[in-house]
């Protein structure tokens, strides 16, 4: 599903999109106040997208 505006578009997630959002966990600060999110490991992001697109 895509909603669009004439300014910015939203698409659901999909696993082709997973590789930016994983670079993205990796940054030192991404989840600075989330702390559910904090210092995990790779495998861990890559399992919660997984289960965020089902």
């Not at 004439?6 to 989330?34: G, P, T």
Request: some cysteine.
């Amino acid at each position: 599903m895509r909603i669009e505006t004439e300014r910015c578009f939203c698409e659901a997630l999909d696993e082709k999109d997973f590789k930016e959002v994983l670079d993205m966990y990796q940054e030192d600060d991404s989840n600075k106040y989330i702390a559910p999110l904090l210092n995990k490991s790779l495998e861990f992001y890559q399992e919660f997208l997984e289960r965020k697109v089902r």
